[in-house]
T-cell receptor, first 112, second 112 residues
Framework: GQNIDQPTEMTATEGAIVQINCTYQ??????LFWYQQHAGEAPTFLSYNVLDGLEEKGRFSSFLSRSKGYSYLLLKELQMKDSASYLCAVRRFTGGGNKLTFGTGTQLKVEL | ETGVTQTPRHLVMGMTNKKSLKCEQH?????MYWYKQSAKKPLELMFVYSLEERVENNSVPSRFSPECPNSSHLFLHLHTLQPEDSALYLC???????????FGEGSRLTVL
């Protein structure tokens, strides 16, 4: 089975940096995704890591350590529009193919 | 046109009703998914279709019946639902059933 943990809620200040952590336990690990979901909207893809290290994409970066079962999403220069739920999802290889499992999401609130 | 469109966006039904949710993707993808999103719970995978063939069925009750007539369309037929089935139902597509997911806006279902 799988276990994915991420904080339920976080609050940060506009212009600051925030790090959202995700820990997981799985067999057959085959990649980790981060999605952003604004209230009432569809989740949208942010980043993908399959090898250890940091992937940077503008204000957003994602880090993966496979040996520790750990990832984080780093958001810099926070803006009010970054208030959303951030979903960590782990893909694992099963006998029949790949399967993607989501965490419960971290609700980020950006304040002035 | 947006990539993945779902109709209706909101649906209220009684426990004895029969209704259907529709999803259409305009991205040329060959895999489509139904996910259920309930408050405080992770996204739950319900069904996966790859090349119009069902490849995953996550122990979903038979009152939910999927249909994939072609690679662009996916339906979820609903019959004699329970109040606990009230949730946001998200459709997604991907290039193959291992790739990045593109989500629709969701259909908010309320069962009375």
């Amino acid at each position: 089975g799988q276990n994915i943990d991420q904080p339920t809620e976080m609050t940060a200040t506009e212009g600051a940096i925030v790090q959202i952590n995700c820990t997981y336990q799985t067999s057959g690990f085959n990649g980790l995704f981060w999605y952003q979901q604004h209230a009432g909207e569809a989740p949208t893809f942010l980043s993908y890591n399959v090898l250890d290290g940091l992937e940077e994409k503008g204000r957003f970066s994602s880090f993966l350590s496979r040996s520790k079962g750990y990832s984080y999403l780093l958001l810099k220069e926070l803006q009010m529009k970054d208030s959303a739920s951030y979903l960590c999802a782990v893909r694992r290889f099963t006998g029949g193919g790949n399967k993607l499992t989501f965490g419960t999401g971290t609700q980020l609130k950006v304040e002035l | 046109e947006t990539g993945v469109t779902q109709t209706p966006r909101h649906l209220v039904m009684g426990m004895t009703n029969k209704k259907s949710l529709k999803c259409e993707q305009h991205l040329g993808h060959n895999a489509m998914y139904w996910y259920k999103q309930s408050a405080k719970k992770p996204l739950e995978l319900m069904f996966v279709y790859s090349l119009e063939e069902r490849v995953e069925n996550n122990s979903v009750p038979s009152r939910f019946s999927p249909e994939c007539p072609n690679s662009s369309h996916l339906f979820l037929h609903l019959h004699t639902l329970q109040p606990e089935d009230s949730a946001l139902y998200l459709c997604a597509s991907s290039q193959d059933w291992t790739g990045e997911l593109f989500f629709g806006e969701g259909s908010r279902l309320t069962v009375l």
